[in-house]
């Protein structure tokens, strides 16, 4: 809701990180991971420029909450396991 | 205690007895004495502050804005080229609204290569939403340092100031300087306690996105801050007084203007002689005055409406030029005027770039030249002084 001038403080201050603001909405491709392909080399998790990429056993699990989609890690993957696939299909 | 100092001492003494905390600051022709002067009190344990050595004058800003977002006083001091480089971030220091305090050694900016006087640096940084102070005398730019805190850190204001030295007329000319007893200072100005700051354990973003529906009301809040730094400033000049038993002169300083004809409007050093003239004409019974600009932003306007009002012209003196407009002085002092019912005659004197001297006879001369355009308005209101090549001869 809008709030008046007298309302707000000096300058926009907020009390939480900025990992509250979930951008993975932004997202219109979405990367999905062969696991049985994956070589774990960690070269996606590496490259990923949102952090959005945790390892698992050193399998990559990409954060969806906040991958905005811009297909780095497939296209870093040197073993081509991971495929960047549109939102709303499978 | 009075000692023969620097402006730049005068400016290192000032953060001193200010007791600033962070010091992040970068070194340049000719500020350089003052940041080296703070370095020296900080390793002999006279002062108690974090100096931060950096890469850039960019980088010197940023470290005090992170510095008093954490709740430290700080300071810094540049130059030219300098303060230029840090543009950027003084709009991030006053939209953040931190009450940074900055010595400016003002001086030219190239090319033409230039270390000598000059405000282009200073005027080019109008609209950053910093209070600009100029100085006319050592001891003016020590007080004003201490005062600047006061009133930059006052819950209504919480915007940074600049305090602006004359490149070597102040910053290497040695004048005697009374230097305050630190328990006055410490009673004058209690320590810095933001309503909010950056604390361990505690995550906080300052400063963060705000969408079109809420951007223009912290602007707003910026303008009534910048609005009530006028009168705050008034006030404590009035406090500073009573304490120190000195003052300035408000933020427009008129020097013998009742019953003037014309007055001249100039700022820094330069007033100090164009006072030598006032006197001197006037001993021969010529009805000028000068008026002088202590603060650029917030500016004067009422002020200078109120002496406007009163003179049959006003010559504005600028040490600076914004092509392609006048003087930023003159286009300030005039654009207040307009709302006047009785407007004087006005006069743009561009004069003194790149550390050119403007002596006694030079301010004479316009005098001279304003008293007859008051009465017979020329061609043209924008004169540039003492140019090589130019038919007038003003020396």
Same mark, same amino acid.
């Given at each position: 809701m809008t709030k008046t001038y007298q309302e707000l403080p000096l300058t926009?201050?907020?009390?939480?990180?900025?990992?509250?603001?979930?951008?993975?909405?932004?997202?219109?491709?979405?990367?999905?991971?062969d696991k049985e392909k994956c070589k774990r080399c960690t070269i996606c998790w590496k490259f990923c420029p949102d952090g959005s990429i945790v390892l698992v056993d050193g399998v990559p699990e990409i954060d969806l909450n906040y991958c905005k989609g811009c297909g780095i890690c497939a296209h870093e993957c040197p073993s081509k396991c991971i495929t960047m696939v549109q939102e709303g299909q499978e | 205690m009075r000692k023969v100092m620097t402006g730049n001492y005068a400016s290192a003494y000032?953060?001193?007895? /200010? *007791? %600033?905390?962070?010091?992040a600051a970068y070194p340049i022709t000719p500020q350089t004495s003052i940041v080296e002067k703070l370095a020296d009190m900080v390793s002999a344990g006279e002062l108690n502050a974090k100096f931060i050595p950096v890469e850039s004058e960019h980088s010197a800003m940023a470290a005090c804005i992170a510095a008093e977002i954490a709740g430290a006083r700080t300071y810094t001091a540049t130059s030219s080229h300098g303060l230029t480089l840090m543009h950027e971030v003084l709009m991030w220091a006053s939209g953040a609204r931190l009450p940074i305090v900055m010595t400016n050694? /003002? *001086? %030219?900016?190239?090319?033409?290569?230039?270390?000598?006087?000059?405000?282009?640096?200073?005027?080019?940084?109008?609209?950053?939403g910093w209070l600009q102070f100029f100085c006319q005398s050592n001891q003016e730019v020590l007080d004003t340092i201490i005062m600047a805190y006061k009133v930059c850190e006052s819950k209504?204001?919480?915007?940074?100031?600049m305090?602006?030295?004359?490149?070597?007329?102040?910053s290497h000319t040695s004048e005697p300087v009374d230097i305050p007893e630190q328990d006055a200072v410490d009673s004058f100005l209690p320590s810095y306690e933001p309503e909010f700051k950056l604390e361990p354990g505690k995550a906080m973003g300052f400063g963060s996105l705000v969408r079109p529906d809420q951007y223009m009301e912290f602007r707003y809040k910026a303008m009534l801050a910048m609005k009530d730094a006028h009168d705050r400033f008034l006030r404590v000049e009035q406090e500073f007084k009573q304490v120190f038993g000195r003052e300035h002169g408000g933020l427009l300083e008129r020097y013998r203007c009742d019953d003037a004809e014309v007055v001249l409007v100039a700022a820094g050093s330069v007033a100090g002689t164009a006072k030598e003239v006032?006197?001197?004409?006037?001993?021969?019974?010529?009805?000028?005055?000068?008026?002088?600009?202590?603060?650029?932003?917030?500016?004067?306007?009422?002020e200078?409406?109120?002496?406007a009002s009163k003179v049959a012209g006003l010559a504005v003196l600028d040490r600076s030029y914004t092509f392609g407009a006048a003087g930023a002085m003159f286009t300030e002092i005039k654009a207040s005027v307009y709302s006047c019912a009785k407007r004087p005659v006005m006069k743009n004197y561009i004069a003194g770039?790149?550390?050119?001297?403007?002596?006694?006879?030079?301010?004479?001369?316009?005098?001279?030249?304003?008293?007859?355009?008051?009465?017979?308005?020329e061609e043209g209101e924008v004169e540039w002084v003492d140019v090589a090549g130019l038919p007038k001869r003003w020396k």
């Open positions: 926009p201050i907020s009390d939480a990180p900025s990992t509250i603001n979930l951008t993975g909405y932004w997202r219109v491709i979405r990367p999905v991971v | 000032g953060a001193k007895l /200010s *007791r %600033a905390e962070v010091i050694v /003002s *001086r %030219a900016m190239a090319p033409p290569w230039s270390v000598w006087v000059d405000h282009m640096d200073s005027i080019a940084q109008r609209d950053t209504s204001v919480m915007l940074p100031a305090v602006i030295e004359d490149a070597f007329i102040l006032v006197d001197a004409m006037r001993a021969k019974n010529i009805p000028v005055g000068l008026a002088r600009i202590r603060a650029f932003r917030p500016f004067p306007h009422d200078v409406r109120a002496l770039l790149g550390g050119r001297d403007i002596t006694p006879r030079i301010l004479e001369r316009i005098f001279e030249d304003m008293l007859l355009v008051a009465k017979r308005p």
